[in-house]
C-alpha cells in the first residue's frame, strides 16, 4: 500500500468543492438527495433497477431473471435475454433524430481527419462484419486486435460485436511475445493489424511483429491488415494465403448485414491484465450485463448530453477504451473523439488544440497525464480556447491533490466539475465516483459508490474499518465473469480472501463523510502511468538471462508516472555488472512485453534481503527506494544485506 508523504497529505485533505449551480441545472442527477434517493432503491431492489436500466435498450428477446446467483461467484445476468450490443450502439440509433449525428470524430498524428455520423458508422461496421465472415469467422471465435488508434481500431471491436465473435485487443506498444502468449492462451483464429501506426512522429511496424508473434502459431488463419501509412515509409509484405489487405476485401462486400442473436451471457470480449504471476490473465466480459452497466455509467457520471463531444484520451487497447471510447458512449448516442497520437506531437499543445478544435465539452483523461502536462508548463493549455469544455475525468491511479487543484484551475478554469473514476478492467466499469450535478469532490477522492455498488473496508479478518482493504460486497452488471481457461485462479484471486465478497486487490480509507479514499495495490502489482504490471512478470523474464541468479522488481514513488519499476538483480558468480548487460536486461523486457514495463533502474547486488524462510523482503526494498527508515527488520536472514543495498541505491 503506498504510504509515502504524499498519502499523508491526501490523508490530511479538507477542500470540498460543492456542484455549481450552472452545471446542476441541466444534470441527469442533480442534487445530493436525488443521488442518495436513487442509490438507496438501487441497493434494496438491485434486481428491479437493473431490470429496469436494460429496460432503456433493446433486446430481441427479454430475460428471464435480472441476476442468478446458484453459482456464485460465477453470477449470470440477463439470463435468457437475447441482444447484441453493436446493435445497440448503432442501429438502434438509427430511427431517431440522432440517425445523422457524428458518432465519431477522429484525426490522426499526421492531423489528417475522419468523421463518421451513426448512419455511416453502421454502415463501416457492417461491412467490416462481412470482411471478418469472408475469413472464416464464427460466432464465439477469438480475434486479435493489434492496431493504432484509427476508426478502424473501433470498427473491427464493434464489427466482431456484430457477428458475436469475441474481440481481444493488444495495446500497440506491446511486443511480440506478448501477443504470442495472448494468441496461444485464446487459441484466436485471426489477427487485424496495421501495416503501420504514427506515434511521437514515427511510423510503428505492427505488421511486422505480428509476423514475428505468430510465425509458430498453431491457431491463426489470416491476418487482416489495414493501410494506414505511405509505401515510402518502409515496405509491408502480405504473406500469400494468409493476409489480407482490408481495402481488397471491403469493396467486394455488402453494406447489408443483420446483427448476430447473442444470449446476454454470451462472451463479449477478453482483455488480458498484469497479475501476481507471470502470466497475464484473461479477463471474460459477457454481453448484457457489461452493455447495461457501460451504458448507465456513462450516462451518470459523465452526464452525457445531445450536445456533447466526449474525449477520452485511452487507447482502446486498455479496458478504459472499451467502456469509455467505444461501447458506453455510443450506447448513450454520443459523439466521440479518437485521436491516434501522443501529446506532444507536433508540440506540447497538441490536446488543448484538439479540444480547441473540436469544442470538447467532457475531457476524461489520467492523473499521470495531467502531471506531465503540469511539468511541461501552463503556457501550453494558455495559448487554446477551452471554453468548450463543462466536465473533466481522470481515471487509472491515485490523483495527487495538487494535480487535481491544477486540473481545475488551468484546465477547468475552475468552471468544471472533475469526477475522480475508481475502477478497473475486471469490474467494466466506474464503480466509485462522484455524479458531477450532485456530488460534492474532494481532491483525491473517488468520493462515493455508482448506484448498485456496495463497497465496503476490511481488515485482514474481514470486519469493516476505515483504512485497510477495499471490498465489494455485491455483485453487478459489468463485473468479470472469469478469468478465460482458468476458474480456479478467478475464484483464487478475487473472491476467497473472504468467501463470497469481491477483492479488488487495492488499499483504500474511509472519510467520516464516507469518501473513499483509494491508497493504492496492496499485492505485487505497480501503476506505471495508470498501466498496470505483475512485478513478477519482469522477475520470471530476468531470471532467463544466463548471468541473472535472482531478482526482485519494486513499485517506488516517481513524480509524474505516479509508481515506477526498479529492479534488484542479483548475478551468477564470475558474472559482472556492466552496462552492456543492463542494455540486455532492459532489452529483454523491451522485447518480451514492451517498452512501457521497462524499470527505471537496475541495480545490480550481491543478495537481495530474504526472511530466513527463503522470502523476498520487497517491503524492505520499497523503503529504500522512496528513502524512508526502515522498517521491522529483525526477520531478515542477514541484516548486513540491507544497509550494502542502500549504500549502493544512494550512490547511484
Ligand atoms: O489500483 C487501481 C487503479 O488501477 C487499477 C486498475 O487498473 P486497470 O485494470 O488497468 O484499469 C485501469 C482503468 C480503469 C485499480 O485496481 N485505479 C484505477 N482508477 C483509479 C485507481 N486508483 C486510484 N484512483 C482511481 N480513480
Redesign the pocket.
Same mark, same amino acid.
Given at each position: 500500500m503506498n504510504t509515502t508523504k504524499e498519502f499523508d497529505t491526501v490523508l490530511k485533505e479538507t477542500r470540498l468543492f460543492k456542484p455549481l449551480p450552472e452545471f446542476s441545472k441541466n444534470a441527469h442527477i442533480s442534487s445530493l438527495k436525488d443521488y442518495e434517493r436513487i442509490y438507496k432503491e438501487s441497493i434494496e431492489h438491485n434486481e428491479s433497477f437493473w431490470g429496469n436500466v436494460a429496460e432503456e435498450l433493446h433486446w430481441f428477446k427479454k430475460w428471464k431473471n435480472v441476476l442468478n446467483t446458484k453459482e456464485a461467484p460465477f453470477y449470470k445476468w440477463f439470463e435468457g435475454g437475447k441482444t447484441n450490443i453493436a446493435y445497440n450502439a448503432l442501429d438502434r440509433h438509427l430511427t431517431t433524430a440522432r440517425k445523422n449525428k457524428i458518432a465519431l470524430l477522429w484525426e490522426g498524428e499526421p492531423g489528417d481527419k475522419k468523421s463518421f455520423s451513426y448512419w455511416q458508422l453502421t454502415q463501416e461496421v457492417k461491412k467490416c462484419a462481412h470482411v471478418l465472415k469472408y475469413l472464416g469467422i464464427q460466432k464465439g471465435d477469438r480475434v486479435i486486435i493489434y492496431l493504432p488508434m484509427i476508426p478502424e481500431l473501433a470498427i473491427c471491436v464493434l464489427a466482431c460485436a456484430r457477428i458475436g465473435a469475441v474481440h481481444s485487443v493488444i495495446f500497440a506498444g506491446f511486443a511480440a511475445d506478448a501477443i504470442k502468449d495472448r494468441i496461444d492462451d485464446c487459441k484466436a483464429k485471426l489477427v487485424i493489424t496495421a501495416d503501420g501506426g504514427y506515434r511521437r512522429g514515427k511510423v510503428l511496424p505492427l505488421k511486422s511483429t505480428v509476423d514475428e508473434a505468430i510465425k509458430d502459431s498453431a491457431t491463426i488463419e489470416n491476418v487482416l491488415v489495414i493501410k494506414r501509412k505511405e509505401d515510402a515509409v518502409f515496405p509491408c509484405t502480405l504473406q500469400k494465403n494468409r493476409d489480407h489487405w482490408y481495402h481488397e476485401l471491403y469493396h467486394k462486400v455488402s453494406s447489408e448485414h443483420e446483427a448476430e442473436v447473442m444470449d446476454s451471457e454470451d462472451m463479449l470480449f477478453l482483455l488480458y491484465?498484469?497479475g501476481t504471476t507471470g502470466k497475464p490473465k484473461g @479477463?471474460m466480459h459477457t454481453t448484457g450485463g457489461y452493455m447495461t452497466y457501460a451504458y448507465l455509467t456513462s450516462k451518470y457520471v459523465f452526464d452525457l448530453h445531445d450536445t456533447d463531444v466526449f474525449w477520452c484520451t485511452?487507447d482502446i487497447g &486498455? *479496458?478504459?477504451g472499451h467502456?469509455y471510447l467505444v461501447y458506453g458512449p455510443l450506447l448513450n448516442g454520443a459523439t466521440v473523439l479518437m485521436y491516434e497520437g501522443t501529446p506532444q506531437f507536433p508540440d506540447e499543445g497538441r490536446f488543448w488544440k484538439l479540444i480547441e478544435d473540436y469544442g470538447v465539452t467532457i475531457f476524461y483523461t489520467? #492523473?499521470t497525464a495531467i502531471r506531465t502536462f503540469m511539468k511541461w508548463g501552463d503556457e501550453w493549455p494558455k495559448k487554446y480556447n477551452l471554453s468548450s469544455l463543462r466536465l473533466l475525468g481522470? *481515471?487509472?491511479? #491515485? @490523483?495527487n491533490p495538487e494535480a487535481w487543484m491544477w486540473y481545475h484551475r488551468i484546465i477547468g478554469n475552475e468552471k468544471c466539475p472533475i469526477v475522480?473514476? &475508481? &475502477?478497473?478492467?475486471?469490474?467494466g466499469g @466506474?464503480m466509485?465516483?462522484p455524479l458531477p450535478g450532485a456530488i460534492s469532490t474532494k481532491p483525491g477522492s473517488?468520493t462515493l459508490p455508482f448506484f448498485g455498488i456496495e463497497p465496503a473496508i476490511y481488515t485482514n479478518d474481514g470486519k469493516e474499518t476505515d483504512a485497510g482493504y477495499l471490498v465489494i460486497k455485491n455483485p453487478w452488471p459489468g463485473m468479470l465473469r472469469g478469468i478465460y481457461g482458468d476458474p480456479d485462479r478467478y475464484i483464487k484471486t478475487y473472491w476467497s480472501k473472504w468467501n463470497g465478497i469481491y477483492f479488488?486487490?487495492?488499499g483504500a480509507r474511509k472519510d467520516t463523510d464516507g469518501y473513499y479514499w @483509494?491508497l !493504492?495495490?496492496v499485492d505485487d *502489482?505497480v501503476?506505471v502511468s !495508470?498501466?498496470?504490471i505483475g512485478t513478477s512478470e519482469l522477475e520470471s523474464i530476468f531470471i532467463e538471462h544466463p548471468a541473472v541468479a535472482e531478482s526482485a522488481v519494486i513499485g517506488a514513488h516517481h513524480e509524474v508516472k505516479g509508481q515506477s519499476l526498479i529492479a534488484f538483480v542479483s548475478l551468477r558468480s564470475g558474472q559482472q555488472s556492466t552496462p552492456k548487460l543492463e542494455k540486455e536486461l532492459m532489452n529483454l523486457i523491451e522485447t518480451k512485453i514492451g517498452k512501457f514495463a521497462c524499470p527505471e533502474r537496475i541495480i545490480f547486488s550481491a543478495d537481495v534481503p530474504k526472511t530466513r524462510s527463503g522470502k523476498i523482503m520487497r517491503r524492505l526494498l520499497r523503503d529504500i527506494a522512496e528513502g524512508r527508515a526502515l522498517g521491522n527488520v529483525t526477520t531478515l536472514a542477514d541484516p548486513a544485506v540491507i544497509e550494502t543495498l542502500k549504500t549502493q541505491y544512494n550512490e547511484e
Open positions: 491484465t498484469s @479477463i485511452a &486498455w *479496458v478504459t467502456s489520467a #492523473p481522470t *481515471v487509472g491511479e #491515485p @490523483i475522480d473514476t &475508481w &475502477w478497473q478492467t475486471e469490474t @466506474i466509485l465516483t473517488a479488488p486487490g487495492d @483509494i !493504492g495495490r *502489482v501503476n !495508470g498501466h498496470r
